[in-house]
């Protein structure tokens, strides 16, 4: 896997912590790891963005792409017309996608709120920067109430372009999860039709980099490089 796009289900989930664990899980193994951010909305020109972000808790082996930014804290199509700037079309992303991967052995492309949010005045979207570059998808879901919805729908949306979830994260789990959110690791993956892939605890993005990455293998499956275990888990927050 040499491209993989990072969607949520919605918006502040915890997108930018889980794209940060996975690269910083590919770093601490030797590899390279560019962070692609297609569009940053809601901050001012200097303001750490997301991708920055990521890449600074995931290590010396990460770099940060940011494609365009707009100001205002809307979808990129909405933010970009707003402010009288070009949008960032699928092409665009997808072209720099494959520049990176011709330098970088890991490229992440994190989107900007949920899947089918448009990036332009066309409808593009996410959906179709995986679909332009085969990639496959990782969807970040909350953990409570109302996740399975949306989590159905995300994956509804991916197969009905011919595109399949690798598997689901929780973006951000609570220190002291519900009933709600218990039951969740279980039907989670039944929503998606994919893995559950790991639970990133809420807060680990105000870590310090080096305990983030010492930390990361205990938050994502094997499958994204770490060890945790869905079974596991389950049992010790039951």
Avoid: Y
């Avoid at 960032?88 to 949010?117: F, S, T, Y």
């Avoid at 970040?140 to 399975?148: E, H, K, R, Y």
């Avoid at 690791?185 to 998606?192: G, K, N, R, S, Y």
């Amino acid at each position: 896997m040499t491209i993989l796009v990072v969607s949520g289900t919605g918006t502040e989930i915890g997108k930018t912590v889980v794209t940060a664990a996975v690269a910083a899980l590919a770093t601490t193994r030797g590899r390279t790891v560019a962070v692609l951010k297609p569009a940053q909305t809601g901050l001012a020109a200097g303001e750490t963005g997301d991708a920055q972000e990521a890449a600074r808790l995931a290590g010396s082996g990460a770099a940060s792409v940011e494609l365009a930014r707009f100001p205002e804290p809307l979808a990129p199509a909405t933010a970009a017309r707003r402010a009288g700037l070009p949008p960032v079309r699928p092409q665009d992303v997808a072209e720099a996608a494959r520049k990176l991967a011709a330098e970088h052995d890991l490229v992440l492309v994190e989107g900007a709120g949920g899947l089918l949010v448009r990036f332009d005045d066309r409808g593009g979207t996410l959906a179709d920067v995986a679909r332009l570059l085969r990639a496959p998808v990782l969807v970040v879901a909350p953990a409570g109430l109302g996740t399975l919805n949306t989590t159905a729908l995300t994956a509804e949306a991916l197969r009905a372009r011919s595109l399949e979830p690798l598997g689901v994260v929780v973006g951000s789990w609570p220190a002291r999860p519900d009933l709600a959110a218990r039951c969740n690791l279980a039907d989670l993956p039944e929503a998606a039709g994919a893995p559950l892939l790991g639970a990133v605890p809420e807060g680990s993005g105000s870590l310090p980099p080096a305990a983030f990455r010492a930390a990361a293998a205990r938050w994502l499956a094997p499958r994204l490089g770490g060890r945790w275990d869905a079974e596991s888990f389950a049992a010790s927050v039951s």
